[in-house]
């Protein structure tokens, strides 16, 4: 009875990630280049309209993890923002494009407020959740797989499910959305407590700025390629309907991984088996850049060998982040701040997935002979560029500043 009530609170704590990463994929991989292409908005507008849209976006993270640490994540908060969501892609997916540039820009800040309403307190319910490095990863590595499953989702869909049936399809999620966030008010709600650190005391601490750019960078690296893959495989490649082969193979990949990556974290540390993860996915990646036309079968190889470091990617810098959140709550005398610390890491993720569809699309538009970029551009933002970051992240985290992580988990296992 113990062990089942043990995987139900992983179960529970994860479950937001089926329909959120279900939701999130067509958005953040299908959609910037439908509306360039079909909606009728042009590689430079959607480019420069994601880009203002996700920084607007990154303001309201650090408010809201403040507002969390003192007042605890409430389900008013969750059920608002799945409203915000709910209406907003609603509106996207069934309203015929294009609108004004201010009406999409608006639709897709509200969109991506809702989404920071459930991500930020959810993903800093562990601190609060777990009481060890091995709680820490069983948490984040649960959290990770329900999202690689709602990735595979995303992905055999379109396969299984009539074109004309996917509106359904985008209610059924919203509709698991609506119950997962409801579950997850009956749990990890803070205290509330006058103890509060100011995030001028967080950034002020060398732990949290040694974490915090290496997270910047390896999020605009994974960003990047997401951006580009279609444009890539349909211009380099010459492939483009092997796009749903490719992806189902990188996110299974990821998900039969993630179980691996726990084990090795268990064994040698977080920061040691993630710096392992970012080398091979470089080194592999970058195989990429020697592809062309035909090469779609080594392309998904390569999907497959990336897709396995995946789980080093995601499951073991947050289980890292929980860890400093808790470190940090203990040394202040308790202080509330996990929804802050994670309101922190979301901002700069949302700053790299801004930065990667800006940049990659102003850079496309500049290059692009008439509408369609050239073979040399699309190459060196989707496969250079990324590895080029991972590289510059591996030997960021082997600094003497990071060391504190490896002596942490010595006596918190």
Not at 25 to 46: K, M, N, R, S
Not at 86 to 98: I, K
Not at 138 to 152: I, P, Q, V
Not at 343 to 358: E, T
């Amino acid at each position: 009875m113990r062990i089942s009530f043990q995987y139900w609170r992983f179960f529970r704590y994860a479950l937001p990630g089926l329909p959120l990463a279900a939701l999130g994929l067509p958005f953040y991989i299908y959609a910037p280049l439908w509306l360039a292409e079909q909606g009728g908005y042009g590689y430079t507008l959607v480019g420069a309209i994601f880009f203002l849209a996700r920084i607007s976006d990154v303001v309201s993270d650090l408010p809201l993890g403040a507002w969390v640490d003192r007042r605890g994540s409430h389900r008013a908060l969750w059920l608002g923002s799945w409203l915000l969501i709910t209406v907003s892609a609603l509106l996207l997916v069934l309203l015929p494009h294009p609108w004004s540039a201010s009406a999409l820009a608006l639709a897709l800040v509200l969109l991506m407020l809702g989404w920071t309403g459930i991500t930020v307190p959810w993903l800093a319910l562990p601190v609060n959740l777990s009481r060890n490095n091995i709680d820490r990863l069983r948490y984040n590595s649960s959290r990770e797989g329900m999202l690689l499953l709602g990735t595979l989702m995303a992905m055999l869909a379109p396969a299984i499910v009539a074109p004309s049936a996917l509106p359904w399809v985008l209610v059924s999620l919203l509709l698991i959305l609506l119950l997962a966030v409801y579950l997850q008010g009956s749990q990890g709600a803070a205290e509330t407590t006058k103890n509060i650190l100011s995030f001028k005391v967080l950034l002020a601490d060398v732990r949290v700025r040694s974490l915090a750019l290496p997270w910047f960078l390896n999020m605009l690296a994974n960003a990047i390629p997401g951006t580009v893959l279609l444009l890539f495989m349909r211009e380099v490649l010459g492939a483009e309907d092997a796009v749903p082969l490719a992806l189902l193979s990188y996110f299974l990949a990821g998900l039969i991984g993630v179980p691996f990556w726990y084990l090795l974290a268990k064994k040698l540390g977080d920061l040691r088996s993630w710096r392992i993860g970012l080398c091979s996915s470089a080194i592999l990646f970058s195989f990429a850049a020697l592809l062309g036309d035909g090469d779609v079968y080594w392309f998904i190889a390569i999907s497959i060998g990336t897709g396995l470091a995946l789980g080093a990617d995601q499951a073991l810098p947050s289980a890292m982040q929980t860890g400093l959140a808790q470190a940090l709550s203990a040394e202040h005398g308790g202080a509330a701040l996990g929804a802050r610390m994670f309101a922190l890491w979301s901002m700069l993720s949302k700053a790299a997935m801004g930065l990667a569809v800006g940049v990659s699309y102003l850079w496309l538009g500049s290059q692009a002979d008439i509408n369609v970029p050239p073979v040399w551009a699309i190459t060196a933002v989707y496969v250079l560029a990324p590895v080029i970051l991972k590289l510059v992240v591996f030997y960021m985290l082997g600094r003497s500043t990071v060391a504190w992580i490896g002596k942490r988990e010595m006596y918190d296992s």
